[in-house]
């Protein structure tokens, strides 16, 4: 098995910009998707293939990769943007796991 | 549009046995893989397993091997979860979601069901 690991958690104050960090050997080789969870509702995708963005997502959302890590951007931090964010991505033989989550607070 | 719907939420005692639901509209159900996801209370997200329900090729989380069995019946439209013996840790709230697609570059979830909670006390 494998594992992606993330910062527990990251402040912002509202505007200004979020990054979260997903490390991994297996992003050296494979995507990483970012999803959105608020509280009490189900995980929504926000970025995949690394840095594409599914439609309906807001522009300020964006995904980087280098080697193996993967970091997720949110650019002018809305208090809407709050929520935990889970990175996902899968081995060659198609098991996949999910990042530990990182809860964003807006200050 | 694409819906995922679960079934209610359930409360059984340890050692039961349950199956939870999800009933996809909106697209053509067989032809896209259908996973389970666990989070436990104030935890993260865990990977299941996914099926195919087209021909029900199934592959598990080798954590969940075993532990849970993944099925569906595309004649419904509905992708269900079971477990034979439950314990009081497999409670959970269990989600269903379907990958966005059969590429290597499509293995991740696109759309999600409202999630079905578990509770295993006796």
């Known amino acids: 098995s494998y594992e992606l690991t993330q910062p527990p958690s990251v402040s912002v104050s509202p505007g200004q910009t979020a990054r979260i960090t997903c490390s991994g050997d297996?992003?050296?080789?494979?995507?990483a998707i970012w999803y959105q969870q608020r509280p009490g509702q189900a995980p929504v995708s926000v970025i995949f293939?690394?840095?594409e963005r599914p439609s309906g997502i807001p522009e300020r959302f964006s995904g980087s990769s280098s080697g193996t890590t993967v970091t997720l951007t949110i650019s002018g931090v809305q208090a809407e943007d709050e929520a935990d964010y889970y990175c996902?991505?899968?081995?060659?033989?198609?098991?996949?796991?999910f990042g530990g989550g990182t809860k964003v607070t807006v200050l | 549009e694409v819906q995922l719907v679960q079934s209610g939420s359930e409360v059984q005692k340890p050692g039961e046995s349950v199956k939870i639901s999800c009933k996809g509209s909106?697209?053509?159900?067989?032809?896209?893989?259908i996973g389970w996801v666990r989070q436990m209370p104030g935890k993260g997200l865990e990977w299941m397993g996914v099926?195919?329900?087209?021909?029900?090729?199934?592959r598990y989380n080798p954590s969940f091997q075993g532990q849970v069995t993944i099925s569906a019946d595309k004649s419904i439209s509905t992708a269900y979860l079971q477990w034979t013996s439950l314990k009081a840790s497999d409670t959970a709230m269990y989600y269903c979601?379907?990958?966005?697609?059969?590429?290597?570059?499509?293995?991740?979830?696109?759309?999600w069901g409202q999630g079905t909670p578990v509770t295993v006390s006796s």
């Open positions: 909106g697209y053509s159900f067989s032809n896209y893989w």
């Open positions: 297996v992003l050296s080789k494979q995507y």
């Open positions: 099926i195919y329900p087209d021909d029900s090729d199934t």
């Open positions: 293939k690394d840095s």
């Open positions: 996902q991505s899968a081995d060659s033989r198609g098991t996949w796991v």
């Open positions: 979601a379907r990958r966005a697609g059969t590429t290597p570059g499509l293995r991740f979830f696109d759309n």
